[in-house]
């Protein structure tokens, strides 16, 4: 009897481990968005380089970024940063491994807020 308590209380706790780490809850949260000054000025506009790294354990697909208002005299690569709107897709939808990173340049003043306002976990 024992021995069916247990193997029962270890079954439970490996399936309460399994479900916790098979279900990895992320959220915009996992998200750090670094943007720093180059340095560079470009068409008389400050250069800004950004970072979007994916802080989950899981891999992030279809990330999109709030930027209303977004401009730049640099031109992006598309498969990087693609306005639509008000939002802005990062790295064409594919997926950013965990700790991994997207980096791209604009040139504007001010620098622009931009904030994560959708993804797809990938756990």
């Known amino acids: 009897m024992a021995a ?38 470009i068409e008389g506009k400050t250069e800004w380089n950004v970072q979007v790294v994916n802080t989950c354990k899981c891999p992030q697909a279809n990330i999109v970024l709030s930027c209303k208002d977004f401009q730049t005299v640099e031109p992006i690569s598309p498969s990087i940063f693609n306005k639509v709107g008000d939002l802005c897709n990062i790295n064409q939808g594919n997926p950013v491994q965990p700790q991994a990173s997207v980096r791209f340049s604009y040139a504007w003043d001010p620098p622009f807020l931009l904030r994560p306002a959708s993804a797809q976990v990938q756990c």
């Not at 079954?11 to 949260?29: E, H, K, P, Y």
């Open 4 to 41: 069916l308590i247990n193997f029962s209380i270890g079954l439970l706790l490996f399936s309460f481990i399994s479900s916790q780490a098979m279900g990895q809850q992320c959220d915009l949260n996992n998200f750090v968005i670094g943007t720093v000054r180059s340095g560079r000025e």
